[in-house]
């Protein structure tokens, strides 16, 4: 999102204007996916929401450079090291080994159904409900 966004900013010659309405149109946007149900969601959301509303206020104080966004992609992210992730403290009371929801297996033996707005049979048009 944030390299389509760096190249659109090329291609309109870093027009102030053009820059700040498709950076508040997408804050705008974007914004929606903060109560999203994936955490890993949110998580990405606010990150790129934060960056995008930091250039924001950078254009508005004239201190924007469009290759300054565009460098935080230049270079391939390498994984983290077995070694590095050792040295993290675990803090007290996580246990890693410990299931954070229920077990796959036993969340598969509750089959819990329920009506979608989707089992509507005239949901679409023409749909009579006949197969």
């Known amino acids: 999102m944030l390299v389509a966004i760096s190249e659109h900013v090329k291609r309109e010659n870093n027009d102030e204007i053009f820059t700040q309405q498709l950076l508040s149109l997408t804050i705008d946007k974007m ?70 929801n229920d077990s796959p297996s036993d969340s598969e033996d509750e089959s819990v159904t329920t009506s979608s707005h989707y089992d509507n049979k005239d949901l679409f048009y023409g749909d009579n409900g006949e197969k």
């Open 31 to 100: 914004s929606l996916f903060l109560s999203s149900g994936d955490v890993e969601a949110q998580e990405r959301v606010s990150v790129i929401l934060h960056i995008l509303k930091t250039t924001l206020k950078l254009i508005e104080k004239s201190g924007f450079n469009i290759n300054e966004p565009s460098a935080l992609f230049d270079s391939v992210l390498n994984p983290v090291a077995a070694k590095a992730q050792r040295k993290v403290i675990v803090p007290n009371g996580l246990n890693l080994d410990a299931w954070i």
